[in-house]
């Protein structure tokens, strides 16, 4: 019973949660009151006076019942675990008494804090504090362990952020030793006289192409067209493993991180950047160990044969996006003169891209139109213009490489039938994939397709179609209608059994091309060395069952990381975005419907700004909604709002803790 496994119930009887309608799992308070919590039966919603006392990230016991519509609805009997010992935010007052509410709006808990604990904090500091004693009506005591300074200090927007989300950012002293035993240089004809294996590529013409502003380059290419006539592509990745040994201090602090994040202002890496930046980043007319993998792949975009080994290279151009898109598209010739060497094979990895990209939609690759936006900042950490990234030719050609070197190499270790990580994409489930096709309805959008196989090529097909090059507004529709499909697809995720990845219509897949910046690609090249290449990577007597235990942790733990660090880099944009339409309140803008929920619509500016509709701020009428359709109907039929709908809005107020934007409907435009 302490182990949370069994309960007993007021006559002293004991068995499992099952037999007693009960259930354990974590909360999540939203905004309205009312609470879900996750369990293994799925979502068990709770109403806002049967939550008793519980907050989010609360570990809680919850009796469950169906309700009329055979929904799990329920209410906590037990808080099992406290998770939340330390929150992060400003100090403020409350009649008189010093009070701190968590930068992060989920947690909503108001801790006291005494005068004698506040380490002379003073109202708008940005403080840590621990929390001594919690009481039932959602507030605490606490004390102040930590002040980091005025909340308008630049950048500590986003580091108290940071500092909410549990995201490490210092790196331990065991860390720091280890990192000082590492060389900055390597000695290259030592280590190739040491093992005859690792071959000497320094005089191959490679190149990494990356944006401007990076730091950590992980992969670099190169391309030939061979006497076959075919190509010979090779995708050369960072050997972070040679580094960042098993089981040692920068090993055990890679795993806990399990990705880099990637902030508007910031970058917190996975590895210290002596690594990172230094001896492991591919940087120009340098000597780098890589883990290699070279395809002969036809005009048709076959890959022909493929060879994994250990080599040196020295990669012979930094180039950017920019300029080899100035090449490529837009004829610049003098960038062209500069880089005469390289700009015939270029040309070449441009149109194999090209080959390759069809290839992958014609098995039924997903091909998502995403409006993605970037962020200028001010020397000040302000947000001063929100632009979209555009993805041109230099990005596409590298995203093509990387996507046939992973499936290369997680075929080959698949055939050998040892212990590896897999990146895998589950099937839409029936349920959503029905929703989607309202949804489309509502968005005019002709759909359909004969049966379950036939499915993703359909669905690709679809997204083609609708992937035209027009002007803004039209590309926002296709972002409604491929953020809409996303949303029915499952989360791609890491494991042990491959089960293939659906939106890439791949049967066998792994990230192997970036272990600077994620951990799974680290354990992979890990596997490699061990199962591949023979060597011994771990002391343990028995290595199939080691790393077979260590490929099934790191799945579970990196896929966590990358929900957390992924809600993190969302959070931080949703505030920086709401930063930036503080100075446009009262301004009218033109949007469109991109979502429609039960407490609103929501409306998206084409700088993929978001903001909410109430049903208070929609033309004064009474509504009725159809949420599986998308749209909303007023008693007056001209009150018709649906998704898609291209609408005028006004903006009316910012919430930046809650990082919530809110609009009021001022007209649709269906005739203009």
Same mark, same amino acid.
């Given at each position: ?10 006559? !002293? ?22 609470? $879900?919590?996750?369990?293994? @039966? ?14 989010? =990230?609360? #570990? ?35 009649? &008189? ?14 801790? $006291? ?57 210092? $790196?331990? #002293? ?33 190149? +990494? ?33 040679? =580094? ?44 780098? @160990? ?77 091909? $998502? ?9 001010? &020397? ?44 895998? %994409? ?17 968005? /005019?959008?002709?759909?359909? =397709? ?27 529709? /296709?972002?409604?209608?491929?953020? +809409? ?8 995720? =890491?494991? #042990? ?36 290449? *023979?060597? &011994? ?7 199939? !069952? ?5 490929? %099934? ?14 809600? @993190? ?17 009262? *301004? ?9 929920? *039960? ?8 700088? +993929? ?64």
């Amino acid at each position: 019973e302490d182990e949370g496994e069994i309960t007993h119930n007021s006559r !002293g009887e004991y068995a499992t949660f099952e037999k007693l309608n009960l259930a354990k799992g974590i909360i999540d308070v939203k905004d309205g009151g009312y609470a $879900f919590v996750d369990t293994d @039966l799925g979502g068990i919603f709770i109403k806002s006076d049967n939550i008793n006392g519980a907050i989010t =990230y609360d #570990e809680v016991l919850v009796e469950y019942y169906l309700d009329n519509l055979g929904r799990y609805e329920g209410k906590v009997v037990k808080i099992i675990k406290r998770n939340t010992r330390v929150i992060i935010g400003p100090v403020s007052r409350l009649r &008189q008494k010093a009070i701190v509410r968590s930068i992060d709006s989920k947690i909503k808990l108001l801790v $006291f804090i005494k005068e004698k604990d506040l380490k002379k904090a003073k109202v708008n500091d940005i403080v840590k504090v621990e929390i001594t004693e919690y009481f039932p009506n959602m507030t605490a005591d606490g004390k102040v362990v930590e002040v980091y300074g005025n909340k308008h200090l630049p950048g500590l927007d986003i580091t108290s952020m940071v500092l909410s989300s549990g995201v490490p950012v210092e $790196f331990p #002293e065991d860390v720091r030793k280890e990192i000082k035993t590492i060389p900055n240089k390597i000695d290259s004809e030592a280590i190739l006289q040491k093992n005859s294996k690792i071959r000497d590529l320094r005089d191959k013409l490679i190149i +990494t192409i990356d944006g401007d502003d990076a730091k950590d380059l992980d992969d670099a290419i190169s391309l030939e067209y061979n006497d076959s006539g075919n190509y010979h592509l090779g995708v050369y990745i960072a050997d972070v493993s040679h =580094y960042v040994q098993e089981k040692s201090p920068l090993d055990t602090e890679a795993l806990n991180r399990g990705t880099s994040v990637y902030l508007p202002d910031r970058v917190i890496p996975m590895l210290p950047k002596e690594l990172s930046n230094g001896i492991c980043s591919l940087n120009e007319k340098v000597d780098r @160990l890589v883990m290699a993998c070279e395809m002969e792949i036809d005009n048709d975009g076959k890959i022909i044969n493929h060879d994994i080994f250990e080599a040196i290279i020295n990669n012979k151009h930094r180039m950017t996006y920019s300029n080899v898109n100035a090449m490529l598209e837009d004829k610049n010739q003098a960038i062209r003169d500069a880089y005469f060497d390289i700009y015939p094979m270029l040309k070449q990895m441009n149109e194999l891209a090209k080959t390759l990209r069809n290839k992958r939609i014609k098995r039924g690759s997903f091909e $998502f139109e995403s409006l993605e936006p970037r962020l200028i900042l001010d &020397q000040n950490g302000k947000v001063v213009d929100i632009v979209l990234r555009k993805q041109r030719s230099a990005e596409k050609l590298i995203e093509e490489f990387m996507l046939v070197a992973n499936e290369s190499v997680a075929e080959k270790m698949s055939w050998l039938d040892v212990p590896f990580l897999y990146r895998v %994409h589950d099937e839409p489930d029936e349920a959503r994939l029905n929703l989607f096709m309202n949804r489309l309805k509502t968005l /005019k959008q002709e759909f359909s =397709y004969k049966n379950k196989t036939a499915l993703p090529k359909a669905l690709q097909q679809f997204l083609l179609d609708t992937n035209a090059e027009e002007n803004t507004l039209e590309k926002t529709t /296709k972002s409604v209608i491929s953020n +809409t499909l996303l949303r029915t697809m499952a989360k791609a995720k =890491y494991q #042990e059994i491959n089960i293939g990845h659906y939106g890439l219509a791949s049967k066998c897949y792994t990230h192997f091309t970036s272990p600077i910046r994620r951990y799974p690609d680290l354990l992979v090249h890990r596997l490699m060395k061990q199962f591949l290449f *023979n060597h &011994q990577e771990t002391t343990e007597v028995d290595p199939v !069952g080691y790393f077979t235990i260590k490929v %099934h942790e790191t799945g579970l733990s990196s896929s966590a990381s990358e929900k957390t660090a992924e809600n @993190l880099e969302r959070s931080t944009v949703d505030m920086k975005k709401c930063e930036y339409m503080e100075k446009y309140i009262g *301004n009218v803008f033109t949007g469109m419907v991109s979502s429609v929920v *039960n407490w609103g619509l929501y409306v998206t500016l084409d700088n +993929t700004v978001e903001g909410l509709v109430r049903f208070d701020d929609l033309p004064h009428d009474y509504y009725e909604i159809d949420e599986t359709a998308g749209i909303i109907y007023g008693s007056n039929k001209s009150h018709i709002f649906k998704l898609g709908d291209i609408v005028r809005v006004k903006l009316v107020d910012v919430n930046q803790s809650k990082k919530q934007i809110t609009f009021r409907m001022m007209r649709k435009l269906e005739n203009e």
